[in-house]
């Protein structure tokens, strides 16, 4: 089991991506996540009659109505696939296990549905583990993803894990949704290591949020920005040292210095000039940023 973030480059380009692709209107349109009752499923539900119910809901929730989802099961080595094709049918296949584990099939559909609806927008990346990075990724953005967190459990002699991100990057991902519909996903978790999966990645998002030249940016954030910022000013055109989140850079005809930063909502890239206090408002995802530079 992989914990941490190895693939946080690539998630937030993802991010990027969704915007890019939906627009900040079109993302708000998901500001409601799927709730628990239309992903339950019980031991006494009709195994096929469920899981169509839950393939559904999924496909109202993610806003894909002249789309319909034919699932059947079968022993395979993945947990599921999809067949994507012009539709309007779609057929999903989920491992034989999910027979006695009803409880994570909404989880399992969440990523396969998520998979038509980047096929209908025209979204991947290159490369199947990015492409399967950026599925996740857009589920737990837009609102059905939680499930995929919540299938996470870890003991000391099992665990088990969906989806390509790591717990604690669905956390992450989950967190900057609620940062920006206002929504808390935890009282939905029945599994309590998703619950301290979600509490880290929570943590990772809220210091995307107090990174220079942010004004929410600590002490010690503010003093190395400080210091780079005099070399930037001693050295035009000098690359700021590593690890630092910006970038400095000369402002036409030597005039003066910009900032290149992450949007720590969207990840769009943003500049702005060093002259102390500034508001800035990124493009994308139109975020009111206030930023001393």
Same mark, same amino acid.
């Given at each position: 089991?992989?914990?941490?973030?190895?693939?946080?480059?690539?998630?937030?380009?993802?991010?990027?991506?969704?915007?890019?692709?939906?627009?900040?209107?079109?993302?708000?349109?998901?500001?409601?996540?799927?709730?628990?009752?239309?992903?339950?499923?019980?031991?006494?539900?009709?195994?096929?009659? *469920?899981?169509?119910?839950?393939?559904?809901?999924?496909?109202?929730?993610?806003?894909?109505?002249?789309?319909?989802?034919?699932?059947?099961?079968?022993?395979?080595?993945?947990?599921?696939?999809?067949?994507?094709?012009?539709?309007?049918?779609?057929?999903?296949?989920?491992?034989?296990?999910?027979?006695?584990?009803?409880?994570?099939?909404?989880?399992?559909?969440?990523?396969?549905?998520?998979?038509?609806?980047?096929?209908?927008?025209?979204?991947?990346? #290159?490369?199947?583990?990015?492409?399967?990075?950026?599925?996740?990724?857009?589920?737990?953005?837009?609102?059905?993803?939680?499930?995929?967190?919540?299938?996470?459990?870890?003991?000391?002699?099992?665990?088990?894990?969906?989806?390509?991100?790591? #717990?604690?990057?669905? *956390?992450?991902?989950?967190?900057?949704?609620?940062?920006?519909?206002?929504?808390?996903?935890?009282?939905?978790?029945?599994? #309590?290591?998703?619950?301290?999966?979600?509490?880290?990645?929570?943590?990772?998002?809220?210091?995307?949020?107090?990174?220079?030249?942010?004004?929410?940016? *600590?002490?010690?954030?503010?003093?190395?920005?400080?210091?780079?910022?005099?070399?930037?000013?001693?050295?035009?055109?000098?690359?700021?040292?590593?690890?630092?989140?910006?970038?400095?850079?000369?402002?036409?005809?030597?005039?003066?210095?910009?900032?290149?930063?992450?949007?720590?909502?969207?990840?769009?890239?943003?500049?702005? #000039?060093?002259?102390?206090?500034?508001?800035?408002?990124?493009?994308?995802?139109?975020?009111?940023?206030?930023?001393?530079?």
């Amino acid at each position: 089991m992989v914990h941490g973030f190895p693939h946080i480059d690539t998630v937030r380009s993802a991010i990027t991506a969704l915007y890019r692709r939906i627009s900040r209107d079109g993302m708000h349109a998901y500001a409601t996540s799927l709730v628990p009752a239309d992903a339950a499923f019980s031991d006494v539900d009709d195994l096929h009659l *469920g899981a169509q119910r839950v393939a559904h809901a999924m496909v109202r929730h993610l806003r894909l109505p002249d789309a319909r989802m034919i699932v059947g099961f079968r022993r395979m080595d993945h947990a599921a696939s999809v067949e994507l094709a012009a539709g309007p049918e779609y057929f999903i296949e989920l491992n034989d296990r999910f027979r006695t584990h009803r409880r994570d099939i909404g989880a399992a559909l969440a990523h396969e549905v998520m998979h038509v609806l980047l096929h209908r927008l025209g979204l991947e990346f #290159p490369g199947t583990r990015d492409n399967e990075i950026l599925t996740d990724t857009a589920a737990a953005y837009l609102g059905a993803g939680w499930l995929l967190l919540d299938a996470f459990r870890e003991d000391a002699t099992s665990s088990q894990k969906l989806g390509y991100l790591t #717990p604690e990057e669905f *956390g992450y991902v989950l967190a900057k949704r609620a940062l920006v519909f206002d929504e808390d996903p935890s009282p939905w978790f029945t599994s #309590p290591q998703a619950y301290t999966a979600y509490a880290k990645g929570r943590d990772l998002a809220l210091r995307d949020g107090r990174q220079p030249p942010l004004r929410e940016a *600590g002490w010690a954030g503010r003093r190395r920005y400080a210091k780079d910022r005099r070399y930037a000013r001693d050295h035009p055109g000098a690359a700021a040292g590593p690890g630092v989140p910006y970038a400095f850079e000369v402002e036409g005809q030597g005039q003066g210095l910009r900032v290149s930063f992450d949007c720590p909502t969207c990840h769009q890239r943003i500049r702005v #000039p060093v002259r102390g206090r500034v508001r800035a408002r990124c493009g994308l995802c139109r975020t009111v940023l206030e930023c001393d530079t």
